[in-house]
């Protein structure tokens, strides 16, 4: 990337010198990814086969370098405009060239750039247009004169001055331009705002009701540093909804003038010594804070709050993301999956243990039908026909009534040896009427789709995710208001790193599965599976060479990824890249033994001395994983697959009460908590506070979305549909447990006052935000709080 005015090679020095400090490595492993980014590679390919260039990054380092690396090009990008633009004005001094190149941040860049920024014609610009500068200037410099005696001299009709006053305005306005554009003014302004300032919150008159979902924010303030993003966001959407009245306040109010006033009278000398344009000067102060300063810095600190909140939301949805696609899979088993409903009926899909749909039937053992026995006949027909071993049924509607005739399905029929688990149906509709499912499953109507997706989660989590978008899985909290671009690429990176970390079977996967492989567009995913279709099962590596449009660096990207099981070479269903097969060609030759025998023999693997086998081309870091992988080649890294088991006689919410202990699976975390399903409808919340006897910063810390945990009930809210859950099983019920402490053991102060609403009460948890779609959403509305 070039500058104008300087070399490339520079402005890449320090571009990769930011990033290496940042991420305290050097900068030439900054530089050496930086190179193979460039070059097409992707993150998965180089933290798995790129170590010995970037000297061990690993992914999160990548992702972190790849993020950094966007934005301070497009701040190198702007940079260039910017001087660009200076320069054609005739007003590019060395001075301002040196603040311009040394600005850290696109916020300093900006401020550095905003009195030379092409602006429409302000009141400051027709005052100097009227010759009223040399008055604002003069005044400025010296206070002793008179403001009104000095602006008579300035009179002049013919250019709009008609009086003393006029001309005094005209001066005033020059004068609150200038102090609202210096650039280090604002900058020590905004930082001092985010220090000591807060958000405030007020209920529109006449919104109480039907804003009742933001209660918590009704009569609210709290300083920025404090506020967590699911606050700020709720309290955005609060206002969107034009519920809430949104203030950003400097500072807590005082009865005398403000603070920020007496640092813009300093910045320019102006103090009160009795002199006679000291009033006019400390109005003008005034003035300009109030009218400009304050509603820039506004601006500016309202988009800093919600990028935060922004970025802690899109983290924590892409951190539940990676622990559902993760998900300890159920493997080969023949499934039976039940998407539940009342009056459409109960849908079923049965698949094989590849995850092809061998039966499909609707019944109707719910109201108002009521055909249980039936229903029952019918399953256990299906059950032993296919063998099947697992039910999986869909969490939404109707699920517990549905778990129940499973239950029962088990209980009559023990020699099928059945086991049934509740799987997430999020985004199962979506994927229902998609393109893709008319495509897999041309001749099956829209509503058994849901079934089949249903099942082929529980087999593998992975494998069926990859075909809905990421944001309609809807693990997140106010998906719906973040930055689509910035949620995208987030939610993608994920996906890609978890398809890589698992590996794919290049001769079942499907082509959404394959187009997230390192390496291999969407084009090129339909191309394997055509060719697949075509010619039969790949049975080597290289025959993907053969694939129309994936040429050697597509092949480079992706091979290690793929897997081919009982092909020519046992290597292939490895994750050693054909590019280190001569490295293991010689291990063969050292421990006297064929490819088959080495793999999987620990002993003789640990016996060989990975030195032994480092060349030029490939290091330690790559020998010692490849014969880790021989070890345990193509292991799966997810989890062990195990089920929870829900309370009998425990299917709604009334059935609940204070002091049951439940087994429960986590559905989602949040910056505030974590949501249980324990079997009754609602998911109820353990607030960050109840999930550890020690500080929590983190939820994700102690819980992920998918972890069987137990909970106690502390309270339950039947009008509200709110259950209070604690994991510390000690605490006592019907009472919020101990208030957690924040660092240094102070118990957190309360930063909520409210006039009424929903709630009541001081320091309760977050405010219930506005239904959304998705998973989280789904959460919400079953935990009450939507």
């Known amino acids: 990337m070039t500058t104008p005015g300087s070399s490339a090679s520079s402005d890449v020095r320090s571009i990769e010198g930011r990033i290496a400090e940042e991420l305290g490595v050097r900068e030439r492993q900054v530089k050496a990814a930086v190179e193979l980014l460039d070059g097409g ?26 993020e950094r690396l966007r934005y301070l090009r497009e701040l190198e990008e702007r940079r260039t405009a910017i001087l660009d633009s200076v320069r054609e004005q005739g007003k590019l001094t060395e001075e301002l060239e040196a603040r ?39 005044l400025l410099a010296d206070p002793t004169v008179d403001p009104l005696a000095a602006a008579a001299a300035f009179v002049d009709a013919d250019k709009g001055v008609a009086d003393p006053q006029a001309a005094l305005d005209g001066a005033r306005s020059i004068l609150t331009e200038k102090f609202s554009e210096d650039a280090d003014l604002i900058g020590e302004l905004r930082e001092r705002m985010w220090g000591r300032g807060r958000l405030a919150a007020k209920v529109k008159e006449g919104k109480e009701e039907a804003g009742a979902k933001f209660a918590d924010y009704f009569d609210f303030a709290e300083p920025f540093t404090e506020l967590p993003s699911h606050r700020v966001l709720a309290m955005l959407r609060g206002e969107k909804e034009d519920v809430l009245d949104l203030v950003l306040e400097p500072e807590e109010a005082t009865d005398g003038p403000s603070s920020y006033e007496g640092i813009v009278a300093s910045r320019f000398g102006i103090a009160d010594r009795g002199r006679p344009g000291d009033k006019w000067l400390k109005d003008t102060v005034r003035w300009a804070w109030r009218t400009r300063i304050l509603v820039h810095l506004g601006i500016d600190l309202r988009l800093r709050l919600r990028t935060a909140a922004e970025d802690e939301a899109v983290n924590v949805f892409a ?18 999956g039940l998407d539940p409903g009342f009056r459409t009926g109960v849908k079923v899909a049965v698949i094989d243990a590849t995850g092809k749909v061998v039966a499909t039937d609707v019944i109707h053992p719910h109201v108002p039908a009521n055909r249980w026995d039936e229903a029952i006949a019918k399953l256990a027909r299906l059950a032993k026909e296919h063998a099947v071993e697992l039910i999986a049924i869909g969490n939404g509607t109707a699920s517990r009534e549905t778990d129940k005739l499973a239950g029962e399905l088990i209980a009559k029929h023990p020699e099928l040896k059945l086991t049934k688990v509740m799987v997430s149906e999020a985004g199962a509709s979506v994927y229902s009427a998609s393109a893709f499912a008319s495509q897999e499953l041309p001749d099956m109507d829209v ?126 269903a490895s994750s050693v890249h054909p590019e280190a097969y001569p490295v293991v060609r010689r291990m063969v030759k050292t421990a006297g033994r064929e490819v088959a025998g080495l793999i999987g023999n620990t002993s003789v693997l640990r016996s060989l001395k990975p030195a032994d086998f480092v ?37 709604k919410i009334s059935d609940l009460s204070s002091g049951m202990v439940l087994e429960g699976v986590v559905t989602n975390v949040a910056a505030f908590g974590a949501f249980v399903d324990v079997g009754v409808h609602q998911d109820g919340l353990v607030h960050v506070s109840a999930m550890s006897k020690t500080f929590v910063r ?4 102690v819980v992920k979305p998918g972890d069987i945990v137990k909970v106690k009930v502390l309270d339950v809210d039947i009008p509200r549909k709110r259950i209070s859950l604690t994991l510390r099983l000690d605490d006592e019920a019907a009472a919020q447990g101990a208030p957690q402490r924040e660092r240094g053991g102070k118990p957190p102060r309360q930063r909520q006052q409210r006039s009424g609403g929903a709630g009541g009460g001081k320091g309760r948890g977050p405010a219930a935000p506005a239904p959304s779609n998705g998973a989280m959403a789904d959460a919400l509305r079953r935990a009450g709080l939507a």
């Open 698 to 701: 983190d939820p994700r810390d």
């Open 447 to 572: 509503s058994l789709r849901g079934a089949v997706s249903i099942a082929r989660r529980l087999q593998d989590p992975l494998a069926e995710l990859v075909k809905i978008d990421p944001k309609s899985i809807g693990v997140g909290q106010y998906q719906h208001d973040l930055s689509e671009v910035k949620l995208s690429r987030s939610l993608d990176a994920v996906v890609e790193d978890c398809v890589n970390g698992v590996g794919v079977d290049v001769n079942t996967a499907s082509a959404p599965l394959l187009a997230r492989v390192s390496g291999i567009t969407s084009g090129l995913a339909e191309n394997i599976v055509a060719h697949r279709d075509a010619n039969g099962p790949f049975t080597s590596r290289t025959e993907l060479k053969k694939v129309s449009r994936l040429g050697p660096k597509a092949y480079e990207q992706c091979a290690g990824f793929l897997r081919i099981r009982g092909g020519s070479d046992p290597l292939d």
């Open 41 to 66: 590679s992707t993150v998965p390919f180089i933290a798995r086969y790129r170590k010995e260039a970037t000297e061990m990054l690993d992914d999160a380092q990548l992702r972190t370098l790849e």
């Open 319 to 336: 951190a539940n993301l990676r622990d559902l696609l993760l998900a300890a899979p159920a493997g080969t088993r023949a499934t039976l």
């Open 615 to 651: 060349d030029e081309t490939f290091g330690l870091p790559t020998v010692s994983d490849i014969l880790r992988e021989l070890e345990k080649p193509g292991r799966d890294p997810r989890p062990a697959f195990k089920t929870a088991t829900f309370k009998e006689g425990v299917e």
């Open 100 to 138: 311009i190149r040394t600005a850290e941040t696109k916020a300093r860049l900006e401020d550095v750039y905003l009195p030379f920024k092409p602006k429409r014609r302000t009141k400051a610009q027709i005052a100097r247009e009227a010759g009223l500068e040399p008055l604002a200037e003069g």
